[in-house]
């Protein structure tokens, strides 16, 4: 153990530090957690996490690496209630994270524009100055509505299922109130999704779906939406592939009343929440795949959003039209990081906007 211990922390050794890198300009270690501040919106290729496999009698250790240089020379050796946390400039480039632990744990890993949180202990409740928050999680489609159908007949019903499931366990093991619009291969109305949501007086609504566009076209990649009158032809393709579904009783939903719903603040607020979770969704993704298409944040008018009385989001989680994209798609752990994503992404608004 004495060995590897010191091997690590001999790697940990300082090394010149390049002057036009990014720069971590603060950190703060709380009992849990680290959060590693930096000088400019940071750049989810920019960091890399691994496993160093232990041995016998080893403690169990997490890398989090990360290009960028201290502001001044650190070097942190200390031990939370829940870890050991060293830190320290690892080469020129690279600031360096260790977290070890007796038993194997997991961490939970977001980004909001300048901020890194890591949790180290990520499924301990998460409490807003003592507020719980309710986000509603709506699988998108559901029953004779299958929604977009892939390649090999996948049903986008099917996925959006399976990962807004693992999201809305996600938040709840993290503290938060979860409903889901549906649990089950059920054929849910869409005005009764937004419906739900403002009866339980939800503070986020976060409907999630998987994108199509048949061959020739080799879309791929992850986007999130917030409602708004449709700007770009690429979005309204999007709604309107969404939209398109069987509608009950929209015709209440005149084009014009639809647009009397946009209250500014919730434009506004919706816009930072798809903001959040699109940045942590793509965090995550590129944990598995690095080369995970970055869709952007865009706004639609899909009707699944209209009449939601807090900030809603819809997230395409990709292109299930796509053929690498349609199998990352059927694999769990993509599924898991997809939803860990979105709910970090949910968390990271509540961060940015609850606690001032
Ligand atoms: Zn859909």
Known sequence: MEKTVKLVVALLAFFAVSLDAQKITRYQLEQDRLIV????ALNVGDINDFIIKASRNEPFRRVIDIKAAFADKPFIDSKTASAGVKIAQFNAETARIVLSRDDKFDVAISVSEKNLTIDFAPNKI????????????DAGHGGRDT???GLNKIKEKDVALKVAALTAKILRDRGFEVKMTRENDNYVALQNRTTLANGLKADIFVSIHAN????PSKLE???????SPAKSDRAKEVAAL?????????E??????????????MVVNSNKL???IQRSLLFSARRKHAKTIDGGVREGPFWVLTGAQMPAALVEIGYITHKDEMKRLLDPSYQRLIAEGIALGVESYFINNWRR
């Open 274 to 276: 798809a903001i959040d």
């Open 242 to 250: 969404e939209n398109s579904v069987v509608v009950d009783n929209m």
């Open 252 to 265: 209440k939903y005149s084009k014009e009343a639809f647009l009397n719903f946009l209250n500014r603040e």
């Open 212 to 215: 199509a566009c048949p061959p």
């Open 147 to 149: 929604g977009a159908i």
């Open 221 to 227: 990649g992850v986007e999130t939406y917030f409602l």
């Open 126 to 137: 998460a409490l807003f100055d003592g507020y719980k928050p309710s986000v509603v999680i």
């Open 37 to 40: 501040e930096f000088e400019s």
